[in-house]
């Protein structure tokens, strides 16, 4: 299957940085990706949807202004957790969709994920 | 909110065949049924997705009621690193997913 990267893996900063994860298609264009955010033993909360070359559409709570996406390339979007707090340390997970086609393809990507810490 | 309703846990033998189930009795018509896992500290992994029809593959088996309320993944020969949370979500292709609780599924020797 396609595959999806994010880097880094795992992120250790002070309160009041930002910080900057990347989601990368490796194989395939995706004019969609997802940002998930999972604290400890919960599941998987949906923040956005990132579509290449416009704005991302938050889900209802998801502070755009903290949270910062860009989707510049077909293959690339960013995640940028800005003045980040120790209330911001979770595993931030990103999806890749592929593009419509036949209802047997597989529709979404999932990245390894990436371990925030916030100091 | 998650439109489906999934047991917190399971356990399941070494070998034997997995069943895990999953409501949706307010499933539209054009939504599918998805099925992901994640292994603990992992991002989720795809497994089955079907519409009305069974569907089966190299992983798993998706058998969908008749009225398509309800689904069942089933695990062929379950081994330990079957050890999962298992996601069940209803959606309409190629959207958004909404993750539920899922249910823990514990494959023991």
């Known amino acids: 299957g396609a595959v999806v990267s994010q880097h880094p893996s795992r992120v250790i900063c002070k309160s009041g940085t930002s910080v900057k994860i990347e989601c990368r298609s490796l194989?395939?264009?995706?004019?969609?990706m997802f940002w998930y955010r999972q604290f400890p033993k919960q599941s998987l909360m949906l923040m956005a949807t990132s579509n290449e070359g416009s704005k991302a559409t938050y889900e209802q709570g998801v502070e755009k202004d903290k949270f910062l996406i860009n989707h510049a390339s077909l293959t690339l979007s960013t995640l940028t957790v800005t003045s980040a707090h120790p209330e911001d340390s979770s595993f931030y997970i990103c999806?890749?969709?592929?593009?419509?086609?036949?209802?047997?393809?597989?529709?979404?990507?999932f990245g390894p994920g990436t371990r925030l810490l916030v100091l | 909110d998650a439109k489906t309703t999934q047991p917190p846990s399971m356990d399941c033998a070494e070998g034997r065949a997995a069943n895990l189930p999953c409501n949706h009795s307010t499933i539209s018509g054009n939504e599918y049924v998805y099925w992901y896992r994640q292994i603990h500290s992992q991002g989720p992994q795809y497994i089955i997705h079907g519409l009305k029809n069974n569907e089966t593959n190299e992983m798993a088996s998706l058998i969908i009621t008749e009225d398509r309320k309800s689904s069942t993944l089933i695990l062929p020969h379950a081994t330990l690193r079957d050890t999962a949370v298992y996601y069940c979500?209803?959606?309409?292709?190629?959207?958004?997913?909404?993750f539920g609780a899922g249910t823990i599924l514990r494959v023991k020797s």
């Open positions: 979500i209803v959606g309409e292709y190629g959207n958004k997913l909404v």
């Open positions: 194989d395939f264009q995706a004019t969609t």
């Open positions: 999806s890749a969709r592929v593009g419509r086609g036949a209802p047997g393809v597989e529709t979404q990507y």
